[in-house]
């Protein structure tokens, strides 16, 4: 899989799937940053709109499941009330946000643009690599007042349900993530002629701090973390490192924990790297508990279907976490085989996606019933 945000890949799957919601009736827009809307209008147009949705994009060489299961099952959803004859008194509108996976816009992009979560002082050279100002972040922000109530379906990406044998999760939070830019700095010079006694080889230092570091996070408590980017400079096979940069990822459902981490982190660097470093932060995503409202209407949904489900934080972020800062927000999840997400051999049964739609078609009536 390679549908990276603003990929050549990333457009022909929107407009596929922008066919596909005017297939099936809904007006729809994509907004300046390139989020994609389907609408389709509820009985009483006075009252709010349930969202529904996901994302559309994918991490490098990661699997079919991740985000666009969220965005198909929204999508069929809304068509399988339509096909009952139904109308909900909501009107419905499901989207495809974009850059949700974590990279230079920070992950979530597109759903923090729609909720007004994008820091405007986001600089213009990341936002130009996408052809996007911050005024088109702006233009993005939705008036989340119209709606009541957002509900996302997405594979668990975690090995629980699967394990269990249980078909469908009921996220009571999602985790907060914080990202920190570490730079070391030391020395380039010729690789044959310089002594290694006095080299000030960046890398060498950035193996010590993080061998360190590793053996420590192995019995903290409360958070991961995750190094999946190191740069090299120079980066040639002929000279020493003369500076090292990777981005440090933090993850907790608690964030004073994810704060207690990376402070951890600066202290170990600043004792165990005698060169110069640095440690910035990039972005901090708190963590977000989940509607309780919400939570019971697709508990109720599980029942009625005779299902079983599971309650359980989700240990990976989703655009339902910005959503849930703003308006009440709901997940459903299916299990990954075996645990495995983010590579190419993520899979979700089909019978299992379809369960999925299925209780996230009737919280979606749930919520309508429910919600005035
Ligand atoms: O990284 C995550 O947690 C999500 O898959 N974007
Ligand atoms: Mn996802
Ligand atoms: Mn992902």
């Not at 009252?47 to 499941?65: C, E, F, M, Q, R």
């Not at 010729?190 to 192995?218: C, E, F, Q, S």
């Not at 704060?259 to 202290?267: I, N, P, Q, V």
């Amino acid at each position: 899989m390679a549908r990276m945000a603003y990929s050549e890949q990333y457009i022909e799957a929107r407009d596929y799937v922008q066919r596909l919601m005017t297939e099936a009736g809904m007006l729809t827009r994509v907004d300046p940053v390139g989020n994609l809307f389907g609408f389709v209008a509820g009985s009483c147009p006075e009252t709010k709109t349930i969202l529904l949705g996901s994302h559309l994009d994918a991490v490098p060489g990661g699997g079919i499941y991740d985000g666009a299961v969220g965005v198909i099952g929204a999508l069929e959803a809304v068509r399988g009330i339509r096909e009952q004859g139904l109308v909900t008194r909501h009107s419905l509108e499901v989207a495809a946000f974009i850059a949700e996976e974590g990279g230079d816009l920070g992950g979530t992009f597109g759903s923090r643009a729609f909720v007004g979560e994008v820091p405007t002082d986001m600089p213009d050279e990341v936002l130009g690599q996408y052809r996007l100002s911050i005024a088109d972040v702006q233009a993005s922000r939705g008036n989340t007042d119209s709606y009541c109530c957002y509900l996302e379906l997405h594979i668990e990406q975690g090995p629980v349900l699967w394990e269990k044998g249980i078909p469908i999760g009921i996220p009571t939070a999602i985790v907060g993530i914080s990202r920190y830019k570490v730079r070391i700095v030391g020395e380039a010079n010729h690789a044959g002629t310089t002594p290694m006694i006095n080299r000030k080889d960046a890398l060498r230092a950035a193996v010590r701090v993080l061998d360190r570091w590793y053996d420590h996070v192995d019995h903290a408590h409360g958070f991961v973390c995750n190094i999946g980017t190191l740069k090299i400079q120079p980066g040639s096979v002929a000279v020493v490192p003369g500076e090292v940069e990777f981005v440090l990822e933090l993850r907790s459902t608690d964030d004073a924990t994810t704060e207690l981490g990376a402070r951890e982190f600066k202290e170990m660097l600043h004792t165990t790297v005698a060169i110069p470093s640095q440690f910035e932060l990039l972005v901090r995503k708190p963590a977000v508990r989940m509607s309780e409202s919400l939570v019971n209407v697709i508990q109720t949904s599980c029942r009625e279907l005779g299902v079983q489900y599971l309650l359980i934080p989700s240990g990976a972020s989703h655009d339902a976490s910005p959503l849930a800062r703003h308006i009440p927000a709901g997940m459903v999840f299916v299990p990954s085989v075996k645990g495995v997400s983010h590579r190419k051999d993520e899979f979700t049964p089909i019978d299992d996606i379809a369960t999925g739609v299925e209780v996230l078609m009737r919280a979606v009536l749930g919520a309508d019933g429910r919600i005035p």
